[in-house]
RNA sequence: GGGGCCGUAGCUCAGUGGUAGAGCAUCUGCCUUUUAAGCAGAGGGUCGUUGGUUCGAUCCCAACCGGCCUCACCA
């Protein structure tokens, strides 16, 4: 089949879809074409948005006129007279349209539907039950809707309280059509505006501190960064298979290798594997390297950084989740990784064999498989009893160092790293090390991890012999940090769900 | 991948082994300060898809598609 006759089909079934009420707005649409209007506009003079007016009247002061734009909401017609709410980027105003005031337009206005798009000229005045709205002294249609959206009513009672009838739920048309869901639910724009503050407060704080916003490559010839199976991808002129990036770490850490003394980057990471409310394929990472620093300079650093994110999106320290009060005002306990699994589990894990650990996790009903080593049985024990139970913000430190392969050996501590994780609202908020610097340390600890991949640990690193050359040049001592954004938007959000801080969470194809 | 729940009008939902109903939305009429506007009337559905059982399925059964929850897996 041809691209001809594939438009023809999908004409044809773009006919056959249409309902009555799609056809009934394009009848409409055609009749406003006949009057002599053009249904889809270049563009209008806006020169107010909804909440500044209602912001700003003032009863007895002069009249004032405005120019707004909007999607119509809702729409009370009263035969002569009609009042509507338009909502634009900001809210909702209402505006009051009178034949005799507006004349022709009037008749225009009659031919228009919820979801059109208008722009309105009029006086802001206090209406007989006290709502500030617009008195149109003018009207043009912007953009003509021809498919119904969900019609959401609110009401206020006296109390103050929003009651919402007949609401936009379904999750599933929620996602894929996110557009609707931002038209429809006010809340939803919200925890996206907001996501903007967290990154947008995260860069400032960084680039206050002099450290250089840079990208590293998506397509890799080798993954690395991170336990996790990658996404596959090829390259036709090369004819080559390249990965999407499971993380930054290991280009970022050339850069520091190069001479960049802090260097970060926040960007989208792709890892191939479930999905749920705390994981989507795609997600994105901060990660943020410093030279001449460790990891406890950088707990330092993250109790400022997030303190400050909480400060500047939420108004305070204190954030509500779910249930719980998170308090992000430092400093956060801090509690190596097995003293938290003693404190929660009385087990103490230091210095046992495979075979023992193995033997304790089953006894907290943990699973464990064979091709774990002593490092993967530590993290599930961790991960099923200690992490769900972590609500403050918590640093959990020194892990051991065969789930650490890029983190430098413990100064002090034999058989653990130099490693530390953010725990909140029972998940994990980010991870950071001192970096492993040492080009022989590094050789090895990949050797071991080719080893756990021969055993069938799909997520074992690969030997990346280039980052490996680049440590040999010689790297400072860094500290390292990935923060995962969607979920610290989560928390001051107050969302369970990934999918609710995502735009478009990855969905499976309709049909 | 396992288990549970779900898919009925544009939206939110009810319902029945004899091809369906409500509220809002839509349409017609009335209405020049309404606000979940109101009053009177009307139209609108391949009941997720495909099979099976049955005289007959939207309902019972199976598979499939999609969603949510949960466990597993996983940052």
Redesign the pocket.
């Known amino acids: 089949m041809n691209e001809h006759q594939d438009n023809i089909s999908d004409r044809e079934s773009f006919e056959q879809e249409q309902?009555?009420?799609t056809k009934?707005r394009i009848a409409?649409l055609e009749e406003l074409k006949k009057l002599g209007l053009n249904p889809y506009t270049y563009s209008f003079d806006v020169d107010s948005c909804s909440t500044d007016i209602l912001q700003t009247f003032k009863d007895d002061a002069p009249q004032r006129e405005v120019s707004v734009a909007g999607r119509i909401v809702?729409?009370?017609?009263?035969?002569?007279?009609s009042?509507c709410?338009i909502r634009d980027s900001k809210g909702k105003i209402?505006l009051?349209l009178?034949?005799?005031?507006i004349g022709p337009a009037y008749d225009h206005f009659k031919l228009m539907?919820?979801g059109d798009i208008i722009g309105v000229r009029g006086i802001v005045?206090?209406?007989?039950?006290?709502?500030v709205?617009i008195?149109a002294k003018s009207l043009d249609l912007l953009a003509k809707s021809i498919r119904?959206?969900?019609?959401?009513?609110?009401?206020?009672d006296e109390q103050g309280n929003k009651?919402v009838?007949?609401?936009?739920?379904?999750?599933?048309?929620?996602?894929?059509q996110r557009y609707v869901d931002l038209v429809v639910n006010p809340d939803v724009r919200e925890v996206f505006v907001k996501r903007a503050k967290v990154v947008g407060s995260v860069r400032r704080f960084l680039d206050e501190r002099g450290y250089l916003e840079v990208e590293t490559p998506v397509l890799q010839p080798i993954y690395g960064g991170?336990?996790?199976?990658p996404f596959i991808t090829h390259h036709n002129a090369l004819d080559f298979d390249f990965y999407l990036r499971?993380s930054d770490e290991l280009y970022l850490k050339r850069l520091i290798v190069g001479g960049f003394e802090g260097v970060y980057e926040i960007s989208k990471d792709f890892?191939n594997?479930?999905m749920?409310?705390?994981?989507n394929p795609e997600?994105t990472m901060l990660e943020l390297y410093v030279s001449y620093k460790d990891y406890n300079w950088m707990m330092d650093l993250v109790e400022k950084m997030i303190h400050s994110v909480a400060l500047t999106v939420t108004g305070g320290a204190r954030v509500k989740v779910g249930e719980n009060g998170i308090d992000f005002t430092p400093p956060w306990k801090r509690i190596t990784m097995l003293d938290s699994i003693r404190e929660i589990t009385g087990e103490d894990l230091a210095g046992k064999s495979e075979d023992e650990l193995a033997a304790i996790a089953k006894k907290h009903?943990?699973?464990?498989?064979r091709s774990?080593g002593a490092g993967?049985i530590i993290?599930?024990i961790?991960?099923?009893l200690v992490?769900p139970m972590l609500i403050q913000p918590t640093f959990i430190t020194d892990y051991p160092i065969e789930m650490s392969p890029l983190a430098k050996r413990h100064r002090s501590k034999p058989g653990l790293v130099e490693r530390f994780?953010l725990m909140c609202n029972g998940h994990?908020l980010a991870?950071a090390f001192s970096e492993l610097n040492d080009p022989l340390d590094q050789r090895s600890r990949f050797e071991d991890q080719a080893k756990l991949k021969a055993r069938g640990?799909e997520?074992a690193m690969v030997i990346d012999e280039d980052f490996l050359r680049a440590l040999e040049y010689g790297m400072p001592p860094t500290a390292g940090l990935?923060i995962?954004i969607d979920r610290l938007t989560m928390v001051l959000t107050d969302r369970?769900?990934i999918?609710d801080v995502i735009f478009f969470?990855q969905?499976?194809?309709?049909?």
Not at 276 to 279: G, L, R, T, V, W
């Open positions: 309902n009555e009420l009934r409409e809702s729409l009370r017609r009263m035969g002569k007279a009042f709410h209402q009051y009178k034949r005799d005031d539907d919820l005045f206090r209406t007989k039950t006290g709502e709205s008195h119904p959206l969900p019609v959401v009513k609110e009401k206020v009651m009838y007949d609401p936009f739920s379904d999750k599933e048309l929620r996602y894929r991170a336990a996790a199976r499971i890892r594997e479930g749920d409310k705390s994981h997600f009903r943990v699973e464990v498989e774990m993967k993290d599930a961790f991960s099923g992490e994780e994990e991870n640990d997520e990935g995962g369970e769900s999918r969470p969905m499976k194809p309709e049909k």
